[in-house]
């Protein structure tokens, strides 16, 4: 027996409860077109040859929606439990099937609100293809969670010959296998599909799976050459890597777009890596009005594990690793006017690694917006970045390694007990003119050689507390910087204050006297006295 209404107009079956009230089935097959809308079937291929790993009653072998030419298959699920599960080689849940053989293929939508959905393949091919949204040519796929837990024991590919959408605005979503965004198909040119993946609100993760890793783990975006758009605004995904690019083929006038306003991403070892270089190149966009990048660290999995538990999911997450956005590709840090989702960023991005965990980024980084590391770890900058929002360092350490360069930034902003580590920089970091460094609260750390140029040292002091302190290497007050002090506490008396502590080098030449309300300082030698 099957819980289900279906209306003849539009191909519907409203999941509320169980999708089998009464026990199990062999076999069943739902099979109507009225005016050649829709085609929906739902099959049992048969016992698969391993067991799923868990306990589930409710289960099919197959569920296709949109399988013919001009169909139209709505499939939602309010509630229940569903597990579509078998052993074939073949996809085991898919929309949008049609092939298309005219112009336009089958159209397959499935929103889920809430209950558990689970697709499975047995333990030989739990990571190969078996969640397909877009399969056949000229088709349209769209899967939507708002609500409940989609979990995929098997491989995701959004856009194989079709375009498919994925989309979280909420809920769950686990993957335990290939996650293929743009897949592509066949596997010689001309290559057809597209592939779109939207994150608002909810958790996804991409988990780790002993048969795809070191391979394309986590999201592989336009893998044949295909269109591939990630657009996040919310929510929080946890990933081993973003691949941009094709592994195999290469279409000219392909686009690859990874457009980023809000949210959290947990990435692991893998990091941010991309092929189109390599492969002859197609054009990557990379715009970021906000977002906050993490360390993550996932355990290799297998179809052991019940991906439909979050419990038993959060349990192979744990301390994060180090990891590289490579030279490739650059990107935009856009201002608070740009839209993701319809949803704006504050128009910085921030980093946020773990303590005593690395993110380097190679790539340049330019545009309007900013960028803040806000983690106990260190964020690293390899190349010549140019862009023109604040830099601001609210926990652990940004350094500059070899090339790296934030010239276009115009304030520097250090939070109490953080560094600047500017000593694996190819050269002395130099102020540009009209750049400003200060902090903000008690002690900050400069780690290496400094050069002030004609920048501002722009310093707040408390009266007792150095403003900086220079760790190693040299801090060279040059004469055309420009030096405020900003008394926070009380008017200060007549005397000697050490508003910089050196455990390395602090020298320069003579500065004009710079005044806040109150007091007038000027400098002789390295030491810094109040007039009497």
């Given at each position: ?33 009225g005016r050649n809308l829709a085609k929906t079937i739902v099959k049992d291929s048969g016992s698969p040859s391993d067991s ?261 999911v959060t349990n192979y997450l744990g301390i994060g690793t180090n990891w590289t956005w490579t030279v490739n590709p650059s990107v935009n840090l856009t201002n608070n006017s740009f839209l993701v989702n319809g949803v704006s960023g ?187």
């Amino acid at each position: 027996m099957i819980c289900k209404r279906r209306s003849e107009k539009s191909g519907e079956v409203i999941l509320a409860g169980f999708f089998c009230s009464e026990g199990e089935f062999d076999s069943v097959s739902i099979d109507w077109s009225g005016r050649n809308l829709a085609k929906t079937i739902v099959k049992d291929s048969g016992s698969p040859s391993d067991s799923p790993p868990f306990t589930w009653t409710n289960s099919v072998g197959e569920l296709q929606i949109g399988v013919m030419d001009h169909a139209i298959g709505t499939f939602n699920m309010a509630g229940g439990s569903l597990l579509v599960t078998n052993n074939n080689v073949g996809n085991i849940y898919a929309l949008g099937s049609g092939s298309g053989a005219g112009t336009v293929g089958g159209s397959g939508t499935f929103n889920m609100s809430d209950g558990m959905f689970t697709v499975w393949r047995s333990s030989g091919t739990d990571h190969q293809d078996g969640f397909i949204v877009g399969w056949g040519t000229n088709s349209t796929g769209i899967f939507t969670i708002a609500g409940g837990t989609a979990s995929a024991i098997c491989g995701v590919e959004t856009g194989v010959r079709g375009m498919g959408t994925l989309t979280v605005n909420g809920g769950v979503l686990v993957d335990n296998g290939w996650f293929g965004l743009g897949r592509g198909g066949p596997t010689t040119a001309p290559f057809t599909g597209s592939g779109t993946f939207n994150l608002s609100a909810g958790t996804v993760y991409l988990l780790r799976n002993s048969s795809t890793e070191g391979q394309t783990d986590g999201i592989e975006m336009g893998q044949n050459g295909t269109n591939a758009v990630l657009n996040i605004s919310g929510g929080a995904l946890y990933c081993q890597r973003i691949g941009m690019g094709p592994n195999t083929g290469n279409q000219s006038g392909t686009k690859l777009e990874m457009n980023i306003s809000g949210g959290n991403i947990y990435l692991g070892d893998q990091g941010i890596v991309s092929n189109t270089v390599a492969a002859g190149g197609n054009p990557e966009s990379v715009n970021i009005s906000g977002w906050t990048f993490h360390t993550a660290f996932m355990t290799i999995i297998s179809s052991t594990v019940n991906a439909g538990d979050i419990s038993t999911v959060t349990n192979y997450l744990g301390i994060g690793t180090n990891w590289t956005w490579t030279v490739n590709p650059s990107v935009n840090l856009t201002n608070n006017s740009f839209l993701v989702n319809g949803v704006s960023g504050p128009g910085y991005v921030t980093f946020a690694p773990e303590a005593t965990r690395i993110i380097t980024l190679n790539n340049q980084w330019s545009g309007v917006g900013g960028l803040t590391m806000n983690g106990p770890g260190t964020l690293a900058l390899g190349a010549a970045n140019t862009f023109s929002g604040n830099t601001t360092i609210k926990q652990g350490t940004l350094a500059l390694a070899g090339a790296g360069s934030i010239s276009n930034s115009p304030h520097i902003i250090m939070s109490s007990g953080t560094a600047f580590d500017v000593s694996g920089a190819s050269s002395t970091f130099t102020l540009a003119p009209g750049q400003f460094l200060s902090n903000n609260g008690s002690t900050a750390t400069i780690i290496g050689s400094v050069n002030t140029g004609a920048g501002t040292m722009s310093l707040t002091y408390d009266g007792s507390t150095p403003s900086l302190a220079v760790a190693s290497g040299t801090l060279t007050l040059d004469s055309g910087t420009t030096f405020r002090i900003n008394i926070s506490g009380a008017a200060l008396g007549p005397g000697i204050y050490k508003f910089i502590s050196s455990t390395g080098r602090l020298c320069g030449g003579n500065f004009a006297a710079v005044h806040d309300r109150r007091r007038h300082y000027r400098r002789r030698g390295c030491v810094i006295h109040q007039r009497r």
